[in-house]
């Protein structure tokens, strides 16, 4: 079974629109760590942000805000007033207690268009 | 600080080539994860090591895959034979020693690899 869920395989939209990426995990600890990854056309793969299990707050930095709901199991990731160069492969992954291993997510592909 | 480098870069070989990829992580990290991205798979896991040491290579596909950690600045995956479908960016990452708050692996560029 997938550790980390994106179902949304690719999204559109028009700059300056909002957009939410969705991202689902399963887990049986109650340790562990969510994390997302941006992937730009040039390749790399850039940490955007890291949040543990005990911490349900909302996150904001700029544009980019995150969702943690351990109640849905989901870490979603909204951007918003999209731009070009938003446009990128986005990755939720997944480390739990004791490991320090990731789960990835297949990812979601943003195309934001001018 | 520089981050995790890796070489070659671009790879291009024949089937049935040796292929050698190599890191280096952070100074300081203590973990080295390789990984394997392809369109049909996405990014997979194939193996990490912690102080050097393999600790899950349940994701290297086969035999012909092998990787090695020597110190705590240099790792190699090998690749012997290679073949087409092992044609794929290849990723080093490094993350420091786990604390309270988890750590984020920091990626290097990838290695692109094509086998004709």
């Known amino acids: 079974a997938q550790k980390v869920t994106q179902a949304q395989t690719e999204i559109s939209v028009v700059e300056k629109e909002d957009v939410t990426l969705d991202c689902v995990y399963e887990t049986r600890d109650t340790t562990y760590y969510l994390f997302w990854y941006k992937q730009p056309p040039s390749g790399e793969l850039v940490f955007l942000i890291r949040r543990n299990s005990f911490d349900e707050q909302n996150e904001i930095s700029g544009r980019y805000s995150w969702n943690f709901q351990k109640s849905t199991s989901s870490f979603n990731f909204t951007i918003t007033a999209s731009q070009v160069v938003d446009s990128a492969v986005y990755f939720c992954?997944?480390?739990?207690?004791?490991?320090?291993?990731?789960?990835f997510g297949s990812g979601t592909k943003l195309n934001v268009k001018p | 600080d520089a981050g995790v480098i890796q070489s070659p870069r671009h790879e291009v070989t024949e089937m049935g080539q040796e292929v050698t990829l190599r890191c280096k992580p952070i100074?300081?990290?203590?973990?080295l994860f390789w990984y394997r991205q392809t369109m049909m798979r996405g990014l997979e896991l194939l193996i990490y090591?912690?102080?050097?040491?393999?600790?899950?290579d349940s994701g290297m596909p086969e035999d012909r895959f092998s990787a090695k950690m020597p110190n705590a600045s240099f790792s190699t995956l090998k690749i012997q034979p290679s073949e087409p479908r092992d044609s794929a960016v290849y990723f080093c990452a490094s993350s420091p020693q786990r604390k309270s708050l988890g750590n984020e692996q920091f990626f290097g560029p990838g290695t692109r690899l094509t086998v004709l």
């Open positions: 090591f912690n102080n050097n040491v393999p600790i899950d």
């Open positions: 992954a997944l480390s739990e207690d004791n490991f320090n291993k990731f789960y």
């Open positions: 100074s300081g990290h203590d973990y």
